[in-house]
């Protein structure tokens, strides 16, 4: 039944009627347990309120089915203006963005030139991108583009999912640019012939490439809200004596904050991806697909109780 709901959301996920349907209708059906509002200002808020509990951030403007160079160029004034807005208000947050929101179906030079721009008022201000990683079929991509990006700014990480059998091999060849890479097991429906189909084997190479990025002495976010990980992580970091300035765990708005919290007073780095703005659709039904039972939150943010 898991899985059956899980196709399910991840079908409607990228149903275009719908995410026009969202944007018109609001922040509504409990979408708002996950997402932070609509604008910069109502992010900025919640940013605040995390900080104060000693949670740090990743602000993510959410944006999908990007299919003009102008949307793609709103997509990106859209993240410099959050940059700003980070740096205006002295938060403890990056910036996670997706290429595909700033153009990359349009063509690879208009994502490229958008990022670098981003990049630009970004490293000014101080402030850390990591560009999320997107389904199979735009995965070396992504990583080209985070590798010529890399050549000219430091300030820059991305993402690798360990359900795909490519994993270790891009930790690998990714290492000679000492990068920081946020690692997660990847929510997008994907064949077998480029991903792992079963949960162990996703899991097992999870644990793998956790050891590989941390023994390789680069910074790595394990972003996991599994127990099992948090724990293995936390052994690997004690049996080869890996300072707590090397790694961080990384978890969702509004999923597991009470074990968000724990972490901190343990003495963990704990920074949490806040998404925002109006294009939320996409970004919504996955988490639903992900774990299922947030759909008992939804249920009961809609009839209020």
Not at 161 to 174: P, V
């Amino acid at each position: 039944m898991e899985q059956v709901l899980r196709n399910f959301f991840l079908f409607l996920s990228k149903n275009k009627f719908f995410t026009k349907l969202a944007r018109r209708y609001g922040l509504r059906f409990g979408a708002a347990r996950f997402v932070a509002g609509e604008t910069i200002p109502s992010a900025v808020e919640t940013i605040q309120k995390l900080n104060e509990q000693g949670l740090s951030v990743t602000i993510d403007h959410l944006g999908e089915f990007i299919d003009s160079e102008q949307e793609a160029k709103n997509a990106a004034d859209e993240c410099i203006e959050a940059v700003k807005a980070i740096a205006g208000h002295k938060l403890d947050s990056q910036l996670s963005l997706k290429l595909t929101s700033m153009g990359l179906d349009i063509s690879y030079n208009l994502a490229l030139d958008n990022m670098r721009r981003i990049l630009k008022v970004a490293e000014q201000k101080n402030v850390f991108i990591t560009i999320d990683m997107e389904d199979h079929e735009r995965c070396q991509t992504t990583l080209d583009l985070f590798k010529e990006l890399r050549k000219d700014y430091e300030n820059i990480g991305t993402v690798i999912q360990s359900y795909l059998y490519r994993a270790a091999e891009d930790i690998e060849d990714l290492n000679q640019y000492s990068p920081n890479l946020r690692l997660v097991k990847g929510a997008y429906k994907e064949s077998p012939k480029v991903a792992f189909p079963d949960k162990k084997d996703v899991d097992e190479n999870y644990k793998k490439i956790i050891k590989m990025h941390l023994l390789n002495g680069n910074y790595t976010a394990v972003a996991t809200h599994d127990d099992a990980m948090i724990e293995y992580t936390m052994n690997i970091v004690k049996e080869n004596d890996i300072p707590l300035e090397q790694f961080e765990f990384q978890m969702l708005y509004g999923i597991r904050v009470e074990r968000q919290e724990e972490l901190v007073k343990e003495g963990y780095k704990m920074r949490v991806y806040v998404p925002y703005g109006d294009d939320w659709y996409g970004y919504f039904m996955r988490r639903l697909a992900e774990r299922p039972a947030n759909v008992a939150f939804v249920l009961k943010g809609v009839v209020g109780k």
